[in-house]
T-cell receptor
Framework: DGGITQSPKYLFRKEGQNVTLSCEQNLNHDAMYWYRQDPGQGLRLIYYSQIVNDFQKGDIAEGYSVSREKKESFPLTVTSAQKNPTAFYLC????????????FGAGTRLSVL | SQQGEEDPQALSIQEGENATMNCSYKTSINNLQWYRQNSGRGLVHLILIRSNEREKHSGRLRVTLDTSKKSSSLLITASRAADTASYFCATRDFGNEKLTFGTGTRLTIIP
């Protein structure tokens, strides 16, 4: 899983609650990404950030929010507006040059109580 | 949106046999990548092939790319039990910072 740490490994959300998933990298990568994976499915992009203090919506951003205050950190908040949050969440990072390879964390499995 | 579609969805073979999985996509791409995911874990990058390349090798892996057919294949030779995993293709379009992942092929190697 390289130098990307996701925590916690398992997370439970109560109705109406916001929860925050942590993603930290020590690879000195500029770009970071959040993906959602549902059972038997591929990855869908939630948000991504190419530099500090800047981020863009991915394909399924509704009900999620992010911040990028430090190069090393890209936390994802799953808000109460996300009505179906149960999924496996993956954080990734990559350098912008010269490679185009994404390095992934071990994931956080979020369930609803 | 999902661009890559892997085929087959699931594949079971005997240890030592070769495994081939395919990926089709829809747009003009800068590169195509293959990743492996062990159950419940993050993805691991395997190999990247650029749009101007037709074939690439890495150890027991061989990737081909046919941009005219918008398709790629991943061949794993002399399979091992440790190759049991899901395999995903991912494409990056020109001028786009995002990777678009396919739905994956679940490979099971029978000892």
């Amino acid at each position: 899983d390289g130098g990307i740490t996701q925590s916690p490994k398992y997370l439970f959300r109560k109705e109406g609650q916001n929860v925050t998933l942590s993603c930290e990298q020590n690879l000195n990568h500029d770009a970071m990404y959040w993906y959602r994976q549902d059972p038997g499915q591929g990855l869908r992009l939630i948000y991504y950030s190419q530099i500090v203090n800047d981020f863009q919506k991915g394909d399924i951003a509704e009900g999620y929010s992010v911040s990028r205050e430090k190069k090393e950190s890209f936390p994802l908040t799953v808000t109460s507006a996300q009505k179906n949050p149960t999924a496996f969440y993956l954080c990734a990072s990559r350098t912008t040059v010269p490679t185009d390879i994404q390095y992934f964390g071990a994931g956080t499995r979020l369930s609803v109580l | 949106s999902q661009q890559g579609e892997e085929d087959p969805q699931a594949l079971s073979i005997q240890e030592g046999e070769n495994a081939t999985m395919n990926c089709s996509y829809k747009t003009s791409i800068n590169n195509l990548q293959w990743y492996r995911q062990n159950s419940g874990r993050g993805l691991v990058h395997l190999i990247l092939i650029r749009s101007n390349e037709r074939e690439k090798h890495s150890g027991r892996l061989r990737v081909t790319l046919d941009t005219s057919k918008k398709s790629s294949s991943l061949l794993i030779t002399a399979s091992r039990a440790a190759d049991t995993a899901s395999y995903f293709c991912a494409t990056r379009d020109f001028g786009n910072e995002k990777l678009t992942f396919g739905t994956g092929t679940r490979l099971t190697i029978i000892p």
